[in-house]
């Protein structure tokens, strides 16, 4: 096709998205009179829109999933090959890259020992709750039902999912939810619900152990737990937090279900967000980076003590995971996250995290001492927050608007694309979060902070 036939194409195509496509997260309002953006290249950090118009994404995807950059070849070649070879069958049976990326990925989770292979964070949550209420079932005669959550915390976009999620305006109009999800408060230090005390992390977590005993503890079966709250304001857990939670959990065995659609394979600097805590969860979940959005791909993986209630040969109708996921490891996300594991390791993207997310950290906390509307600098890693406030001394929210306006002046002015927290809260949409690829260089880092600077100094002025 040449030159003027792809730009001929691409504005049809620009048309039809802006006629017939329905955004996610989105007021279509504006695209009465001006088109979505449509993204139609990616080379490594870098994103390029129909008008040619190049960006650098430091929300890897807008929502923290293309891990190892775009155009990676060699994922589109092993996914090709695959599908080639054998596209689908249902996980009633089993495939070559299925199998051999559980065994990869089990080797990178020491404790855990099954995976269970489906599409999205939202659906691999749905399998852990099923698998909590099915054991509360078989174990304690439907008792031990009820499943916690924290406050801040996303776990995913369905009924259910958002029936354990701790934020109002992600909730809001989709109700009435799931029944026995019941919710406890946030671990954000910044906001602290005692004042400054030394011992906050321990006071966050037995806020869990209060609304046990609340419940009953003869009635909660699970507690489900971002290892760092994401798109809630990117909160990293306080000294003593993780200890604390896992020694509520044994004493009133309730399993330990980590979230890791966000974090998992790689965004911290360790190949999972609970493994820079010391955590022994009873169930991991995960999705977004697992194959950098090359296929879509999750898993709900477990301890061998788990899977093992569901060997029941006592009651062979019953007793067995009754459940399924049509597209769940057939086939292409498999060869996708294999490849992308390796990436991972060959390019000792870890350690460049750690260093990069140093890096990034020393920037954010330059501009803090800059700009007194930053009034904090949180996360781990390549993935970072900074809480805007109007008043440091009494951390009043900024306004949801001046998020979106920083946003727009560091994409349309500097051409870098960041996130922020988005329609989650009544007040607390306040927080720019940052994701870039794994791959990011020191030249990557200082073109965000750059534009960050900018857009805030624009903001002030």
């Known amino acids: 096709m040449n030159e003027t036939n792809n730009k001929f194409a691409t504005q049809m195509a620009v048309a039809a998205d802006q006629k017939n496509v329905w955004h996610h997260l989105s007021d279509h309002a504006p695209y009465q009179t001006a ?12 994103v390029e829109d129909a008008n040619g118009k190049q960006y650098l994404d ?26 080639v070879q054998m596209n689908f069958y249902s996980q009633t049976a089993g ?18 020992s099954r995976v269970y292979y489906s599409n999205s964070g939202s659906e691999a949550n749905e399998k852990a709750y099923k698998i909590v209420r099915q054991i509360a079932a078989k174990k304690y005669d439907g008792k031990k039902h009820k499943i916690l959550f924290r406050e801040r915390d996303y776990h995913g976009t369905t009924i259910t999912a958002l029936s354990s999620t701790g934020q109002f305006e992600r909730k809001n109009q989709y109700g009435p939810f799931t029944p ?46 971002e290892p760092i709250t994401a798109g809630g304001g990117v909160i990293t857990p306080p000294e003593g937090y993780w200890e604390t939670i896992q020694e509520i959990c044994k004493k009133y065995d309730i399993l330990l279900h980590i979230d890791e659609v966000v974090c998992g394979l790689g965004r911290t600097g360790e190949w999972f967000g609970y ?18 959005g090359y296929a879509a791909i ?18 062979p109708r019953m007793g067995y995971f009754r459940d399924v996921s049509t597209f769940g490891g057939c086939t292409a996300g498999p060869a996708a996250a294999l490849e992308n594991m390796r990436i991972i390791e060959d390019e000792n993207l870890l350690q460049n995290v750690r260093t990069q997310g140093e890096y990034l ?29 109007k008043d440091r001394g009494t951390k009043e929210p900024v306004d949801e608007t001046v998020l979106m306006a920083i946003a727009a002046h560091c994409q349309n002015e500097s051409g870098v694309i960041i996130g922020r927290t988005n329609r989650s809260f009544r007040e607390f949409n306040n927080t720019i979060a940052l994701s870039p690829a794994l791959i990011a260089t020191s030249d990557d880092i200082d073109l965000i902070v750059n534009a960050l600077d900018k857009a805030i100094a624009a903001q002030t002025h």
């Open 35 to 46: 088109a979505p953006m449509m993204l139609v290249k990616g080379e490594g950090m870098r």
């Open 58 to 83: 430091a929300a890897s995807g807008g929502l923290w999933t293309v891990n190892v950059g775009y155009g990676r070849e060699s994922i589109a070649k092993a996914v090709y090959e695959q599908l």
């Open 95 to 112: 495939n070559i890259p299925a199998a051999q990326f559980a065994e990869k990925l089990l080797e990178k989770m020491p404790g855990m």
């Open 180 to 225: 026995g999800f019941v919710e406890f408060p946030h671990c954000l230090q910044y906001r602290s619900q005692w004042g400054d005390v030394s011992d906050y992390g321990v006071r966050a977590a037995k806020e869990m152990e209060r609304v046990i005993l609340e419940q009953g503890p003869d009635t909660v079966g699970g507690v489900v737990l």
């Open 275 to 292: 493994q820079n805590y010391g955590v022994k969860p009873d169930i991991v979940t995960m999705a977004k980076g697992v194959a950098s």
């Open 298 to 315: 999750s898993c709900t993986v477990t301890t061998e003590p788990i899977f093992d209630l569901f060997k029941d040969e006592s009651d």
């Open 361 to 389: 950290r020393s920037g954010l906390t330059k501009l803090m001492e800059k700009h007194s509307m930053i009034g904090d600098v949180r996360g781990m890693g390549l993935f970072q927050g900074l809480e805007l406030v």
